[in-house]
């Protein structure tokens, strides 16, 4: 019961609890509730009383459980969970175009997210993909034991893998884990290594990154986080941006897919450059990675 649960709502089983916690306890709060504000009342034939108690609760009820599903992380999986209640009540169509969504038997599509550092930007990807209906963040992966992204990958039960330099350089990539894990696409999320041709090609035009500069300017070896805004500011730059592109063999360097752009004050250090950044990333990176694997996946509908 409790797989069947996971795959029509597809989450994982620590999501599952969550939800099934939620339930469970905005349920009784909607019961204490509901009476406490019946109390108050005058007294009404029996028949009024019944049809007051379940418009009440009626009432109370989504309110309770999206109260309680913010502490328990599990407010946009109510959210859309409530909207379809009342989309199937009142019998509005969903809002999401018919053409973008892949047919229901097709499994969900699973995103591996590389990163290296505290992850922010994995974290927006991993909210952005919670109860998204055909693609879902499957794993992430780091290089460094103590990146803050696996304690957000954690907290959100997504599961981790943490690489080593010479398997992953060369050896196997880490090919076989991702393969087993039925990954279909890599982000690079600040994900400092570079990547070997053996994963490259295991992921053919299906590993994007971002960079955090208008490439080609700013890209390369050595050009990550803060060096990047540093070199920037001290070009007198007066615009940066960010940069989303497939991976190629070389740094910073395989097609562009899309580009936003924000100013440099003459203010500016490489923190509140990097903020200005960060902002841009967060807006823009979830969206365009839902964009590029949507085009994939309705291109492989119609072939
Ligand atoms: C991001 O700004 C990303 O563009 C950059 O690392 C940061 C990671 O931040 N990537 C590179 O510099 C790659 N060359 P986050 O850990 O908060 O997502």
């Given at each position: ?110 995103i591996?997210i ?6 922010s930007n994995a974290q927006k990807i991993i909210e952005h993909f919670r109860?998204h209906?055909?693609i879902?963040v ?49 982000v690079?999320a ?18 994007i990154?971002i ?33 989303i ?13 899309f ?21 841009l990333e967060h807006q823009h990176f979830p969206a365009v990675i839902e964009s590029v694997i ?10």
């Amino acid at each position: 019961m409790f797989e069947k649960l996971q795959k029509k709502w597809k989450v994982n089983g620590w999501q599952l609890l969550a939800i099934l916690c939620t339930f469970a306890i905005g349920g009784s709060l909607t019961g204490i509730v509901g009476r406490k504000i019946l109390q108050q009342l005058p007294e009404v034939h029996p028949v009024g009383w019944t049809i007051l108690y379940i418009i009440t609760m009626t009432l109370i009820w989504p309110l309770m459980v999206v109260l309680v599903s913010i502490p328990f992380g599990q407010y946009p999986f109510f959210k859309n969970y409530l909207s379809r209640i009342f989309q199937k009540m009142t019998n509005t169509p969903s809002s999401i175009p018919p053409s973008s969504n892949p047919p229901s038997s097709i499994p969900p599509f699973s995103i591996a997210i590389f990163a290296s550092g505290t992850g922010s930007n994995a974290q927006k990807i991993i909210e952005h993909f919670r109860n998204h209906p055909s693609i879902r963040v499957a794993l992430v992966v780091s290089n460094k034991a103590t990146a803050g992204v696996l304690d957000k990958a954690a907290s959100a039960g997504i599961p981790t893998l943490l690489i080593d330099k010479e398997r992953f350089f060369r050896g196997d990539g880490f090919v076989p884990e991702l393969t087993t894990l039925g990954i279909d696409f890599i982000v690079l999320a600040g994900f400092l290594w570079k990547v070997p041709p053996t994963l490259i090609q295991a992921y053919p035009s299906r590993m994007i990154n971002i960079h955090p500069a208008l490439l080609p300017k700013y890209g390369g070896k050595g050009m990550y986080g803060n060096f990047v805004h540093e070199a920037v500011i001290a070009a007198g730059e007066k615009e940066s941006g960010i940069t989303i592109h497939y991976v190629d063999e070389q740094y910073d360097h395989g097609g562009t897919i899309f580009q936003a752009s924000c100013p440099v004050f003459p203010e500016d250090t490489p923190e509140t450059l990097a903020n200005r950044i960060h902002t841009l990333e967060h807006q823009h990176f979830p969206a365009v990675i839902e964009s590029v694997i949507l085009s994939k996946l309705v291109k492989n509908q119609s072939s």
